[in-house]
Each structure stands twice: as structure tokens, then as C-alpha cells.
T-cell receptor
Framework: EDQVTQSPEALRLQEGESSSLNCSYTVSGLRGLFWYRQDPGKGPEFLFTLYSAGEEKEKERLKATLTKKESFLHITAPKPEDSATYLCAVQDFGNEKLTFGTGTRLTIIP | DVKVTQSSRYLVKRTGEKVFLECVQDMDHENMFWYRQDPGLGLRLIYFSYDVKMKEKGDIPEGYSVSREKKERFSLILESASTNQTSMYLC?????????????FGPGTRLTVL
């Protein structure tokens, strides 16, 4: 059974203080790993898909990386508008379903 | 831009009522999904559909049914609502893709069952 564990559950940073969020996963065969951003009361917003170990993707202050066991979402010099819950999900080969972690709630303090 | 819309942002129903949640996507996507999201439990898949009139059970289908009569529309039905079905309901759609199926989500429906 696929499993996804995200850490920490919550993270408070000062504006400009860089950090990383972790997503550890267990799948029999990774088809894709997904990162989403979710604002309170809204649906998840797609950020990145990573397919294989060593792959990296960037968008503004966010960079996602992937190894065979985990993914990191690095946030560089964050701003208050980066405050949100960040969700990680994995998809197994031969499976349309995604398995989600419970998310990291990120708060950026001005 | 992919657009997934859900019929209501907030809904309040009474125990035993039949509840319909509607989802529409405008990108001609093959696959559509219904999730519920609860604090501490994350997103859990209720049902999904990979074609018109096709449906597959997800991880928590009990108490729910679905309907997909047209490609762009996927409905979630609570036959007899119960208080433990109070939750945030999220619809998603994805195109068939050679490598993987990125799912795009709607804004969600916050359902309260009294």
C-alpha cells in the first residue's frame, strides 16, 4: 500500500527565512510525485510533478527535488503570501489514484 | 487554464436528506475524481471515473454513489446524509497522459449535515 508522510506538520518562518518541507513516500513503482498548495477553504492548486530521482523543478521562490525515498520543497526568501498548506501526493504505476500526505501548514510572519 | 467548478461552496443539509454535489470541468478531461478532506486525515478518494458512465470505488465509497452521464460532469450523491459526512468535498479532473495524470481541483464544497 502506498504511503506518504509529510513533515513538519506546521512551520512558522520569518519573512526571508529559507527552509524545506519534507515528503517521505513508499510506493511499489513511482509514476509521479505531486506538490500542491492549498489556501484555507479552497481546493488544492497544482505546483509540480516530479517523475524520477534527481529531477528538480522551480517556480518563483519554490523548488521541488526528488530522491528514491523522499521529496523536498525548498522555499527561498519566503513572503507572507507563501503562507498555505503544502500537500504532497504520489501515484503508482498502473493506478489512476493519488495517495496524499496530510500536509505541512506553512506560516510566514512579516 | 484548466477550470473545475463545483455547484456550491457551502451547503447545509439535515440528516436523512438526499444530497447532490455537482462538478463540471471544461478541459475535455477523461478522468474525474471525488475526495473528502478532513483535518488530520488528508484527502481520501471516494469514487473516480475514467469515462462516461464508468465508475470505480475509491478508498471510502460507503454511503456515497456517483453519476457520470456526460464527459464534463461528475456528480456525487449522498443517498441519506449523516452527520459523519460533514466534510470538505473536492472534485478533481485529469487528462490522460503518457507519463502521469496531474489532477486539477475545484474550489471545494463545505458540507454540513445537521
Amino acid at each position: 500500500e502506498d504511503q506518504v508522510t509529510q513533515s513538519p506538520e506546521a512551520l512558522r518562518l520569518q519573512e526571508g527565512e529559507s527552509s524545506s518541507l519534507n515528503c517521505s513516500y513508499t510506493v511499489s513503482g513511482l509514476r509521479g510525485l505531486f506538490w500542491y498548495r492549498q489556501d484555507p477553504g479552497k481546493g488544492p492548486e497544482f505546483l509540480f510533478t516530479l517523475y524520477s530521482a534527481g529531477e528538480e523543478k522551480e517556480k518563483e521562490r519554490l523548488k521541488a527535488t526528488l530522491t528514491k525515498k523522499e521529496s523536498f520543497l525548498h522555499i527561498t526568501a519566503p513572503k507572507p503570501e507563501d503562507s498555505a498548506t503544502y500537500l504532497c501526493a504520489v501515484q503508482d504505476f498502473g493506478n489512476e489514484k493519488l495517495t496524499f500526505g496530510t500536509g505541512t501548514r506553512l506560516t510566514i510572519i512579516p | 487554464d484548466v477550470k473545475v467548478t463545483q455547484s456550491s461552496r457551502y451547503l447545509v443539509k439535515r440528516t436523512g436528506e438526499k444530497v447532490f454535489l455537482e462538478c463540471v470541468q471544461d478541459m475535455d478531461h477523461e478522468n474525474m475524481f471525488w475526495y473528502r478532506q478532513d483535518p488530520g486525515l488528508g484527502l481520501r478518494l471516494i469514487y473516480f471515473s475514467y469515462d462516461v458512465k464508468m465508475k470505480e470505488k475509491g478508498d471510502i465509497p460507503e454511503g456515497y454513489s456517483v453519476s457520470r452521464e456526460k464527459k464534463e460532469r461528475f456528480s456525487l450523491i449522498l443517498e441519506s446524509a449523516s452527520t459523519n459526512q460533514t466534510s470538505m468535498y473536492l472534485c478533481a479532473s485529469s487528462p490522460p497522459d503518457r507519463l502521469t495524470d496531474t489532477q486539477y481541483f475545484g474550489p471545494g464544497t463545505r458540507l454540513t449535515v445537521l
